[in-house]
């Protein structure tokens, strides 16, 4: 099948080179011959314009930077303005003679279908939602109200308004598949999941070096570093073990609106020595410090968009074989399948136990990291990007 001539448009509202899900949908399409272009953040020091692995990368707002992160000025000046930026993006490329035949809209927030919705209308371009969060449970989450009040309710009908529009939607698990369904009824529902990338090559990992030597217990949390990712939790478990061993040390990989409140509760409680934030890294870079790591987390908060969560971390984890430590929430807990020690989320005395008893007897754990071969088998992306594209060729074809 010959799709040279088929232009592909996505739009996020994060940064491209820090988003998993987004880059490896990029590069598959691309890899089948669409023609992909990426709106996203700009990071300082980063290019307006790049090509990525074939993808068509167009970076918007580096001034954004200049609001203070996790404030409610920064996403909504920020979400609004850079709806308005990416159709103007759309309409330059437009210009340039390329026709878009998928705008393909990555959430959160659900409105950034307002910046394709004209080339729908006019252009007869297909509008394609990912959901990587429900919206509204997201916004209630992070506010601490319950899907019983009425902010939810509210956000609930608005949910209902946007998905009118959207002709194609993707979802991460058959939970979020139900619940799209009973908003939209007949309209195509996808399950494209948060499944492992199995063309690591081990050969191409290169990674900076620190001064910590091979004699140091390596802990290693990698992702978006906000409060309810439970990062407080974390730094008061780091607290708890370094009164018991000297040689703990904890690398942080990520950024994230609570990054700043993170490094400051580190200085306070005299962890500088003890805990590390590397900021993002490149998947190579990452991997050599998943490599290098004896025990690594995946920490959340109990809230209700966790009990949703099937993080791909959890699959980055078990191909490098590693103990896992994770939040005792349902999805997760049947992903590992007993694999992993779980934590109760926001107790910090747990976590700190789970640590102690995977340092205290590493080789019991190298036994279990032995059934993640099975785990990993169940969950191969290869088989999700088959189902990517043959949406892709139902709605292009």
């Not at 700009?42 to 993808?55: H, M, Q, S």
């Not at 279990?368 to 043959?390: G, M």
Request: charged share 25%; net charge positive.
């Amino acid at each position: 099948m010959n799709n040279k001539k088929k232009n592909i448009a996505m739009i996020v509202y994060s940064h491209f080179e820090s988003d998993v899900r987004v880059k490896r949908e990029a590069y598959s399409l691309s890899s089948e011959g669409y023609n992909v272009y990426c709106i996203s953040l700009r990071l300082k020091n980063e290019e307006r314009y790049e090509d990525r692995n074939g993808v068509k990368v167009i970076k918007l707002f580096k001034w954004l930077s200049i609001i203070p992160k996790g404030s409610l000025l920064r996403y909504i000046i920020g979400s609004s303005l850079f709806i308005l930026a990416s159709f103007i993006e759309l309409l330059k490329i437009k210009k340039s003679k390329v026709n878009f035949h998928v705008i393909h809209i990555h959430n959160p927030p659900d409105h950034l279908i307002l910046s394709g919705l004209l080339f729908k209308w006019i252009y007869n371009a297909t509008l394609v939602l990912d959901r990587h969060e429900p919206f509204a449970l997201q916004i209630v989450s992070n506010l601490g109200k319950s899907e019983e009040s009425i902010l939810y309710k509210i956000l609930s009908a608005y949910e209902c308004i946007v998905y009118k529009f959207v002709d194609y939607f993707i979802v991460v698990n058959n939970i979020e598949k139900n619940d799209v369904r009973l908003i939209t009824n007949n309209k195509p529902v996808y399950t494209i999941r948060n499944s492992f990338n199995n063309t690591i090559n081990n050969n191409k990992i290169q990674g900076r070096e620190r001064v910590e030597n091979e004699h140091h217990f390596l802990i290693l949390y990698q992702g978006f570093i906000s409060e309810r990712r439970d990062i407080d939790t974390l730094i008061e478990a780091i607290d708890i073990l370094r009164k018991k061993y000297s040689d703990i040390r904890c690398y942080i990989i990520g950024d994230g609106d609570y990054l700043q409140k993170s490094i400051d509760m580190v200085k306070k409680r005299g962890l500088s020595s003890f805990i590390y934030f590397l900021g993002w890294l490149e998947q190579n870079e990452l991997f050599k410090f998943i490599e290098r790591s004896h025990v690594c987390l995946i920490t959340l908060k109990n809230i209700p968009v966790y009990q949703r969560a099937t993080p791909n971390k959890l699959f980055e984890y078990m191909y490098f074989k590693k103990p896992i430590i994770a939040a005792d929430l349902p999805l997760i807990r049947n992903l590992s399948e007993n694999q992993c020690e779980l934590y109760e989320p926001g107790n910090s005395k747990d976590l700190a136990k789970k640590i102690i008893k995977i340092r205290e007897n590493m080789t019991l754990f190298k036994k279990k990291t032995e059934e993640y071969e099975k785990i990993l088998s169940k969950n191969l992306w290869v088989v999700d990007e088959k189902k990517l594209i043959l949406m892709y060729r139902k709605i292009i074809g």
